[in-house]
Structure formats: structure tokens, C-alpha cells
């Protein structure tokens, strides 16, 4: 009865497990979704068998669910398998009774069984036998019997009696039934994906190759058509289907354009393959034509029956088509070689056979082709055998196209030729296609112009002058003469733009205007401008440029370069000398003016302050008049003041040098000097340590600082600074260059700065002209700097000055360092007058006014006075004089004699006469350009009474 239960529930179980090929072919076993949906399945059917089991006790009953389930999960996976236990679980557990628990390890330990066996033959290999499906089926059941312990052990034992024997009986049978169901459908489904695959590789490769092809059946009608005869036929596969071929396939002779006979009706009769002629279009359904390769061979079946006809061709239209180009290409190129006008071979280069000529080459050697044929190149070509073997391999190799020989000719004679040679490929042999040009009257022209070329070149290099070839402003030709002049190697210059030789861009802007309009205007173009050389220096040049091409400016442009810098420089120091020549003038003119008026103008003036001073002396101090003679000095003092200024401009001045040092000399001045600019200025003293002596009059050091100091106080608004400095320098032939007028040599440098407003450019330029001044009228007579530059021009120095707006001046004056040996002369006079001694004077001054002004001098100074009014005057003196005569006080300038050749007549009488001149303007009779000679003494006119009593002290010393 047992038997007979498990039979009955495992049977109804087998049988639904049949299901399992529907979900296989819906969803696929290798899908989540038909995973779950296998499970689902093979978890309903153990229900369905829980419902139906084999009863031992009430709650405790066998099913077929360990097969269902074990075999679910070997054959779906952990998914199917986790899904197909859920419901068993639940419904064993809802049974409940006494062998729920082994219940449900039952469904746990079949499904892990399954699982297990899933995971062994996936490792191990796919499972194949039935003897794989029994094995598998008594474990899942042993398992299962084990699960028995979990009862009552006594009634664990009574189940396996009474059970045990029948499961592993029956259930590994229902394992085998169902599990070769499934390998079955399995094994089905891989079998239709396989012929599936395999028809889609096969219509896949039709479809891929290039040739079309149609397969029909016996009857001639279509059954296949694959993409690429669809093209050519026009017709799709669908409606081509069951046409007879010809009505599809339209082959016609392409001359006549004739049907041909169906090619699958010639299989069909022959049962043999047909190949189509070469000659055959294929017409397609709209009329478009096609070279077809085109071949047809009958299909068999396994049995060797006839099933029907492949037909396959090919588009070889393009093949065609290139064919036919090649057959015209080859007729054009032999119509170009035989009738061309140029000279064409077909050489061996083996041998130098020559293959082929043209009609030129008959032309051209005198040979008829025929003889040309015959010949060989070495018959032709001057070189020797050997060279032209060489020549010929160049040229098949292709390491040299273009040649140049001598060619002999029939009658011959020998001409210059150029080849043009490449290696061809006919019938698989290289052949040398030469093009041969005539270039003898060129060569001769060559020769000719390399001659013209080299005679020119001989001249562009000779030329004394800079010459260039220039496009766009670049330079592409120079001459050794312009690299000269630059500095620049040849190399340096070409290729280079032209403004490389300009100091700055508007030099080169200007040349390229000016030229240009100058070549538009006159067809050549001259400028002057500068070049900047390699090593820094700028020169002066003389550009002379011409077009190459006067109707397009842009082919270029030859230009000539002269160096005109000694020119320039010769220019610029005729102008110096020139500008000098003017001043120098100018200097001369008021020297001759100051001069002419000085001796008179002085002598009243002597007049005038002698009167004055005597007068003085005869007023007391407070009497209105007192006052109004200390005015007529003042301004008689001022008048004198200007024409000792007028003699220093002009370098007239009657002065007495001394060797000093320049320290002491304005050491002793700085206090009278800040005196004179005032305590709003601050003046600083910065005398230089050992400074070398010159040999200047210290009252014109007085003069040039009280100038200097006084223009730079004028130029100070308010608060402000000056310095006073000293200093050697040596001044080189460089620096001379650089400052007109300068000599090199050793210098004392006097620099007087000022932080005042400056001076523009253009006032500069006047500072040192006599009258010029820039403050108002009445503030200045215009002499001060001018007084200056005379005095250091006097003693043989420069002056220089710098200067901006808002930034202060300096003024440095340098003289001549004094190297001879003397001893300086620091003795300083004392500031009184002393009277005589009983001495006797003899004045003589041809003015009247003025000789009886320095009479009454010499009176009240208590000296014995003859008075003479002129040199005759002075000798019949002399002559009458019983008495000594001490000192001779005689004006310089008079009409009869000088006061110098006075002076000489009566010391050739009296040698131990003492002498003392006085003047307003020696004209060089006792001085020489001012400078007064040794052991001579002089008085300055106008002078004032206490002047006049030192000097007379000084000279009867």
C-alpha cells in the first residue's frame, strides 16, 4: 500500500514538472524572472504533493517534495531554489503534527542538497547521466531518512522500517524521471539556439561578402536573395521570393545588348556549373547597368539529389572602368610620346639600349628612329661608359631626375643638353623615360651673363662706397664695403630687416618716406640720416636708393652708403669754428667799443671820484652835503664797477695773477658770501684735502664767487641751499669730445650748485652773452655771468654748466693746475693809507681835469709833486730837474708816447727810477691780454685817494 501512495503523489508530481518547459521557452532559466518563475513552479507542485501524501500517522506523512525541490535547485540555482522552499516551509508548518519538524529539515535538507549539487557540476562539468541523477537522488533521500532522528528515536526507527525501503526505491526513480525531463528540454532548446545561431552566422556571411547571391529550387524559382543582389537587381528578397530567376535577373551581351540564356536553366539541364563571358551586363529593375563576373553551380542534398541552384556574381564595373581608362591611358600616352614636341627616349638601363624615340628625337640627332633604335644612349652621351652606368642607376633608383650632358648629333656636332629622366614600370621590366631639352644657346647665355656677372661683382666689391640689394627693407646683397662700415659680417646682415642699422625708429621711418617720395617724384631717392653700427657708434651716411622694377617698388631696391661722418664732423666744426669766429668777433667788437671809451670814460670818472673823495674829506659827516657826495660816489663807484666788468668780458682786464690755493682764497670768502644771499639760504663749504694750487688774481676769484653766488640767490625763491666745492680732476681726450672747447690736462675744479628754479634749454644758450639777462629791468645789468666766463677764458679755463627746470644749476669752473715751484703769496696788505715819506713824484696825464684831481691827491698825501700834462712835457721835466725823482706816476695811454716807452727813456737816465702806471684800458702796452707783466704796478682808474697811497707804498718798496 505504501508503494502504491508514494507511486501515485510522485507520478502527479512528474507530471506537472512537464510545465517547466513552457516557463523555459517564455522566460529563460538564466534570467531572474524565470529563475523565480521556476521556483514558483516546483514550490507549488510540493504543495500540491503535500496535499496528497503518503499518511504513516496523523502529522506525520511522506510527499515527492524532496525530489521537486532538490531538483529545482540543481538545476536553477540559489535563486530558484530560496523561491521553491518558501512555500513547502510554510504549508508544513501550518500542518504542524509530530513530524513537522522533520518536515520541514526535510525541504531544508533536500534544497541544500540540490544547491550543493548545483555548485558540484557547475565546477565538475555539466550533468549528462542518469547514473548522475540516481546517485544525486539516493543523497537528497538518505539525507531525508536522516532527518527522521528528529522524532522520538523509537519512533524514528519505526519510520525508517516502515519507510525506508520504498524512498530509496521509488524517490531516486522519480529524481531520474524528472531530471531527465528536464535535461531533455534542456538539451532541445540548446539544439534550436544552435540551428538559430547558426542560420544567423549564415545569412550574417551572406550578407557580408561582396558578390550577390540567389539560390532558387528546381523549378528555377527564387528562394534566397542576399542584400548585395538586391542592389543590383533592384528587387527586395520578400518580393523576389517564388519569381522565376529570369524574370529577376536580366543578363544581357554588353555590345548588343542581347538576352542571354537563363544561366540557371543551363544548370538545371547540364546539372554542371556555368561560367558567364567577360562581356556580360546585368540590367537592373530600373534600368541601371553592370559589369557582372557571373558563375552558376547546382545545390545537392546529402543523398546526392538535385535541390536546386546557386547563382553567384559580382559588380566589376570599377574594374571595368580602370581597364578601360588603362587602354586609353596607354593609347594617349603613346599619341603624347610619338608626336610631342620635346625630344622623349624609352632607355634600357641595363644595357642603354634605346627602346623607343619620337619623331622630335629624329628631328633633333638626325638619325631616323629606326637608326636610334639600333643605337645604345653611351652612342649619344659624351661621358664615358662607365658614368653614364652610373647616371642611368641614379636615375632608376630615383636619387636623381634631372641631368645635364653633351649630346652628339648625325653630323657631329655636340650640343648642351638637359634630361629630365624617371623609371617606368612596363610588363614588369624598368625603363628610363628621358625628356631631353636643347639648352645650348641657354649655356652659352649662362656663360655669358656668369661673365657680365663677375665683371659687376669685381665692381660691387671694389666700390669704395657701401652697396645693397634691398626687398621689403631687407637686405639680400652687401658689399664688403658696407659690412665695413657697419661692422657686420655679411652674414650677420642678410636677412635682416634694415632698421637693425637705425639709431631709433623715426631714423628709419623718415628714410623710408623721404626715399619714397623722392623715388616716386625723380625715380631715385638721396638722404642723410645715421647708422648705428655693431659696436654702439652712430655714423653719418648719405643714402642714395633706385628701384629695381620703377613700376613696382615692392621687387626691390638698390641703394649706394657713403660715410659723410668726417664730413659731418668737418661741417659741424666749421660751424663751431664759425659760431666761435662770430663770438670771438662780438668779443672783439666790445673789447675795441670797451677799449675806445674806457681810457676817457675812466678818466672822468677819476675826476669825478677824486673831487668827490677830496670833497668829502673837506665836509663833515653831518652836513646835508656829506650826503649827497656819498650819492655822486656811490654812482660814480657803480659806472666803474661796469667797465671793470665790460675789460673782464673782454678778457682786458689788467690783472696780477698769484700761484694760491684755491681753499684759502674761498675759505676767506664764505662768510662775506653767506652775508650777500642772505640767512634764508643756507650755503655749505666743502673744500676738497690736498688740492692743487693755480695761478689766477685772487680778485677775480672774488669776482666769479660773488657773480656765481648772487645769479644763484636770484634763482632761489624763499628758503633754499647752495654748496661751494673744490676739486682735482684730470680731464681725458674723451671727455673732450664730448664738451666743445675743452683741452685735456690737469684741472682744480671750483663747483658752485644751487637748488633753485633752473634753467630751460634755451636760456642756457644765452647765459654767457654780455647784456642778456632774465630778471627785469633795472634788477641787472646782464654782465654777471659774462664777466665770469671772460675771467676763466683769461686764465686759461672752462666753464661748464647743468642745469634743469625746478631741479637747480651747478656751475664748474675749471683752471689749469699751477706745477711750477713759487711761493705763495699770502701776505695781506694793510687796509690804510700811508702818507710820504718827503718823497718826489712826477705825474704825467695828458687829461687836465684828471691831473689836477691827482695833484691835489698827491698834496694832501704830503708828497713833492711835478706835473707834467704829457710825455714831451715829462722829458723837459726831467731834463730842468736838478733833483732825485722817486717815482714816476704816468696814465698808459697819450697821444704823444705810451706810458711804457715814457718809462723806458727816463730809466735809461735814471735807473733807479720807480714807476707806477695808472689806466682805465692798457691796450696791451704793459700787459699781456690783461696779465700784467713781472715786477710791473699798476692802479686801476678810477681809483679813490687810499687806493693811490698803497700803491705809491707799494711801488717805491
Same mark, same amino acid.
Given at each position: ?149 528528529? %522524532? ?25 524521471? *524528472? ?28 550578407? =557580408? ?22 542592389? %543590383? ?26 538576352? &542571354? %540564356? ?27 547597368? #553592370? ?19 546557386? &547563382? ?32 622623349? %627616349? ?18 633633333? #640627332? ?6 636610334? +633604335? ?34 652628339? @648629333? ?11 629622366? =624617371? ?16 639648352? !645650348? ?28 640689394? *634691398?626687398?621689403?627693407? *631687407? ?78 617698388? =615692392? ?20 660751424? +663751431? ?12 667788437? *666790445? ?19 677824486? #673831487? ?16 649827497? /657826495? ?154 654777471? &655771468? ?7 677764458? $683769461? ?11 625746478? $631741479? ?44 689836477? @684831481?691827482? /695833484? ?6 704830503? #708828497? ?15 731834463? $730842468? ?6 717815482? &714816476? ?17 727816463? /730809466? ?13 684800458? !692798457? ?35
Amino acid at each position: 500500500m505504501a508503494y502504491l501512495d508514494l507511486i501515485l503523489n510522485l507520478a502527479l508530481l512528474i507530471a506537472l514538472s512537464v510545465v517547466s518547459g513552457f516557463i523555459e521557452q517564455r522566460w529563460s532559466r538564466h534570467t531572474r524572472l524565470g529563475m523565480v518563475a521556476q521556483g514558483i513552479l516546483f514550490g507549488g507542485v510540493a504543495v500540491i504533493g503535500m496535499y496528497r501524501p503518503l499518511q504513516l500517522e496523523p502529522g506525520l506523512f511522506f510527499d515527492g517534495r524532496s525530489v521537486m525541490l532538490s531538483i529545482c535547485a540543481l538545476f536553477y540555482g540559489p535563486l530558484a531554489a530560496a523561491t521553491s522552499c518558501l512555500p513547502p516551509l510554510a504549508c508544513r508548518l501550518a500542518m504542524g503534527g509530530s513530524g513537522t519538524v522533520m518536515g520541514m529539515l526535510t525541504i531544508l535538507s533536500s534544497t541544500a542538497v540540490g544547491l550543493a549539487g548545483y555548485r558540484f557540476f557547475r565546477v565538475n562539468g555539466r550533468l549528462s547521466t542518469v547514473l548522475h541523477l540516481y546517485v544525486f537522488g539516493i543523497i537528497v533521500h538518505l539525507a531525508m531518512l536522516a532527518m527522521a532522528f528528529s %522524532l522520538p528515536l523509537d519512533k524514528a526507527l519505526a519510520t525508517i522500517r516502515s519507510i525506508g525501503l520504498p524512498v530509496l526505491v521509488l524517490y531516486p526513480l522519480a529524481t531520474i524521471l *524528472v531530471g531527465k525531463i528536464l535535461l531533455d528540454q534542456e538539451f532541445k532548446l540548446q539544439f534550436i539556439d544552435s540551428l538559430q545561431q547558426a542560420r544567423e552566422q549564415l545569412d550574417t556571411t551572406l550578407r =557580408s561578402i561582396q558578390d550577390a547571391v540567389i539560390s532558387t529550387d528546381v523549378r528555377g524559382q527564387i528562394r534566397y536573395m542576399n542584400p548585395v543582389a538586391e542592389t %543590383l537587381t533592384g528587387w527586395s528578397s520578400f518580393e523576389a521570393h517564388n519569381k522565376r530567376l529570369a524574370e529577376v535577373v536580366r543578363v544581357v551581351d554588353q555590345e548588343s545588348h542581347e538576352q &542571354l %540564356l537563363d544561366p540557371v536553366e543551363r544548370v538545371l539541364e547540364s546539372g554542371k556549373p556555368v561560367l558567364l563571358t567577360n562581356h556580360t551586363l546585368l540590367v537592373g529593375r530600373g534600368g541601371a547597368e #553592370y559589369h557582372i563576373s557571373e558563375n552558376a553551380a547546382p545545390m545537392h542534398d546529402a543523398e546526392g539529389k538535385l535541390t536546386g541552384v546557386v &547563382l553567384v556574381f559580382r559588380d566589376v564595373t570599377p574594374e571595368y572602368e580602370t581597364r578601360e581608362q588603362l587602354r586609353k591611358s596607354e593609347s594617349l600616352f603613346r599619341n603624347i610620346f610619338e608626336h610631342h614636341a620635346a625630344v622623349k %627616349l624609352l632607355i634600357d638601363p641595363d644595357s642603354g639600349a634605346i627602346l623607343e624615340a619620337n619623331e622630335a628625337a629624329e628631328h633633333f #640627332y638626325g638619325w631616323s628612329r629606326q637608326q636610334l +633604335k639600333e643605337m645604345r644612349i653611351q652612342d649619344i652621351n659624351r661621358l664615358a661608359s662607365d658614368e653614364i652606368s652610373q647616371e642611368m642607376e641614379k636615375a632608376r633608383s630615383s636619387q636623381r631626375v634631372h641631368f645635364e650632358f653633351r649630346h652628339r @648629333m648625325a653630323d657631329g656636332s655636340v650640343r648642351d643638353v638637359e634630361v629630365f629622366s =624617371s623609371s617606368i614600370e612596363v610588363h614588369g621590366k624598368s625603363i628610363l623615360h628621358s625628356i631631353v631639352h636643347d639648352v !645650348t644657346a641657354q649655356k652659352q647665355a649662362e656663360r655669358d651673363l656668369r661673365a657680365s656677372q663677375e665683371y659687376l661683382g669685381s665692381i660691387f666689391r671694389a666700390a669704395p662706397v657701401g652697396i645693397g640689394v *634691398v626687398v621689403d627693407r *631687407v637686405f639680400i646683397l652687401v658689399n664688403d664695403h658696407l659690412c665695413a662700415m657697419t661692422g657686420y659680417s655679411r652674414d650677420e646682415l642678410l636677412g635682416q630687416n634694415s632698421r637693425m642699422l637705425y639709431p631709433t625708429d623715426e631714423d628709419f621711418t623718415f628714410v623710408g618716406t623721404e626715399k619714397y617720395l623722392q623715388i616716386q617724384q625723380k625715380n631715385i631717392g638721396t638722404v642723410e640720416t645715421r647708422w648705428l653700427c655693431k659696436d654702439g657708434t652712430c655714423i653719418d651716411v648719405l643714402l642714395s636708393s633706385s628701384p629695381l622694377d620703377a613700376k613696382n617698388l =615692392s621687387a626691390g631696391v638698390t641703394f649706394s652708403a657713403l660715410d659723410i661722418s668726417e664730413r659731418k664732423h668737418a661741417e659741424q666744426e666749421r660751424e +663751431k669754428l664759425q659760431g666761435q669766429l662770430v663770438q670771438a668777433q662780438k668779443m672783439d667788437s *666790445v673789447g675795441r667799443l670797451t677799449g675806445g671809451v674806457a681810457h676817457d670814460f675812466n678818466n672822468i670818472l677819476s675826476v669825478i671820484l677824486g #673831487y668827490t673823495e677830496i670833497a668829502m674829506e673837506q665836509t663833515r659827516a653831518d652836513s646835508p652835503l656829506y650826503g649827497h /657826495l656819498q650819492k655822486i660816489r656811490e654812482a660814480g663807484q657803480r659806472s666803474a664797477d661796469i667797465i671793470r666788468q665790460l675789460l673782464a668780458f673782454s678778457r682786458q682786464q689788467t690783472i696780477a695773477p698769484k700761484v694760491l690755493d684755491l681753499n684759502i682764497a674761498v675759505g676767506g670768502l664764505v662768510k662775506m658770501l653767506q652775508r650777500l644771499i642772505g640767512e634764508n639760504i643756507h650755503l655749505a663749504w666743502m673744500p676738497a684735502p690736498l688740492l692743487p694750487l693755480v695761478h689766477i688774481d685772487p680778485a677775480q676769484i672774488d669776482q666769479v664767487l660773488i657773480n656765481l653766488c648772487v645769479n644763484a640767490r636770484d634763482a632761489i625763491d624763499g628758503v633754499g641751499s647752495m654748496t661751494i666745492e673744490t676739486r682735482a680732476v684730470t680731464v681725458d681726450a674723451e671727455y673732450c669730445t664730448q664738451n666743445a672747447g675743452f683741452a685735456a690736462g690737469e684741472y682744480v675744479v671750483l663747483s658752485v650748485s644751487d637748488n633753485g628754479c633752473g634753467m630751460e634749454p634755451a636760456v642756457m644758450e644765452k647765459i654767457f652773452e654780455p647784456f642778456y639777462t632774465t630778471k627785469g629791468v633795472g634788477q641787472g645789468t646782464g654782465l654777471g &655771468l659774462a664777466t665770469v666766463y671772460g675771467i676763466v677764458k $683769461q686764465n686759461h679755463g672752462f666753464i661748464n654748466v647743468y642745469s634743469e627746470p625746478g $631741479q637747480g644749476t651747478t656751475f664748474r669752473i675749471y683752471l689749469p693746475q699751477y706745477t711750477e715751484s713759487e711761493t705763495i703769496d699770502r701776505e695781506e696788505h694793510e687796509d690804510a693809507r700811508e702818507n710820504s715819506k718827503g718823497e718826489t713824484i712826477l705825474l704825467v696825464e695828458d687829461d687836465p681835469s684828471l691831473l689836477d @684831481m691827482c /695833484l691835489t691827491m698827491l698834496h694832501r698825501l704830503g #708828497y713833492s709833486v711835478l706835473a707834467a700834462n704829457g710825455p714831451l712835457e715829462a722829458l723837459r721835466i726831467v731834463d $730842468q730837474q736838478p733833483g732825485a725823482i722817486d717815482l &714816476l706816476l704816468t696814465d698808459v695811454i697819450m697821444p704823444e708816447m705810451n706810458g711804457r716807452e715814457l718809462s723806458s727813456r727816463l /730809466l735809461a737816465r735814471h735807473p733807479g727810477l720807480k714807476v707806477l702806471y695808472m689806466s682805465g684800458y !692798457t691796450a696791451n702796452v704793459i700787459a699781456h691780454h690783461g696779465v700784467l707783466d713781472a715786477g710791473i704796478h699798476f692802479l686801476n682808474k678810477p681809483f679813490s685817494s687810499k687806493e693811490l697811497s698803497v700803491k705809491i707804498r707799494e711801488a717805491l718798496a
